[in-house]
C-alpha cells in the first residue's frame, strides 16, 4: 500500500517556529501572534496530486501541487515571496524545495507511527512540527 497523506491533522508539538519565522524576516509583532496558533493541515491527495491547507484562527494558507512538477510559489499572508517550488517523492517523504530569495529553504513531510511529521527548514534554521489525525 502506498503512503496516503489524506486528512485532517492536528498539531501537538512545534520547536523552533520561531527560528523559523525569524530566518524569514517576520517581524517580531506577527511572530508573537504565529507562535500560539495551533494549525490544522487537511490534505487531499489523490496519486501524486495533492492539495495542502493550513488552517489557523489568524491565517490560512493554501498550497496545489502534482509531485515532479516545478511551480510558482507565493506565500501569501506568510513571508510573501516568490519561490520556484517542487515536491518530490524520496521514498514515502515529501520533499519539497522553495528556490527563490532564502536559500536552503524548504519542508519536508512523512507518517511515523501514525502521525504526521513537518519539518521546515531556511537557511540555518529548522523547525520540527508533528500532527495527529483528528478524532
Ligand atoms: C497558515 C499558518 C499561518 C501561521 C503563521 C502566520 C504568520 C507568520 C508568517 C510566516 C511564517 C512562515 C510560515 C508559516 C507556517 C506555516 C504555514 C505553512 C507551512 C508550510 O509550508 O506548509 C507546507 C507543508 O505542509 C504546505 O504549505
Not at 511551480?71 to 499572508?77: C, M
Amino acid at each position: 500500500m502506498p503512503v496516503d497523506y489524506s486528512g485532517t491533522w492536528d498539531i501537538v508539538s512545534n520547536v523552533n517556529f520561531e527560528g523559523y519565522m525569524v530566518a524569514l524576516g517576520i517581524d517580531f509583532a506577527t511572530r508573537k501572534i504565529a507562535s500560539v496558533l495551533k494549525p490544522q493541515k487537511v490534505i487531499e491527495q489523490k496519486g501524486d496530486c495533492f492539495t495542502i491547507k493550513t488552517f489557523t484562527t489568524f491565517k490560512n494558507y493554501d498550497v496545489s501541487f502534482k509531485v515532479g512538477e516545478e511551480f510558482k510559489e507565493v506565500t501569501k499572508g506568510l513571508d510573501n515571496r516568490l519561490c520556484q517550488t517542487v515536491v518530490n517523492w524520496d521514498n514515502d517523504k515529501l520533499v519539497c524545495v522553495q528556490k527563490g530569495e532564502k536559500k536552503n529553504r524548504g519542508w519536508t513531510h512523512w507518517i511515523q507511527d501514525g502521525e504526521l511529521h513537518l519539518e521546515l527548514f531556511c537557511g540555518e534554521q529548522v523547525c520540527n512540527q508533528v500532527y495527529k489525525r483528528t478524532l
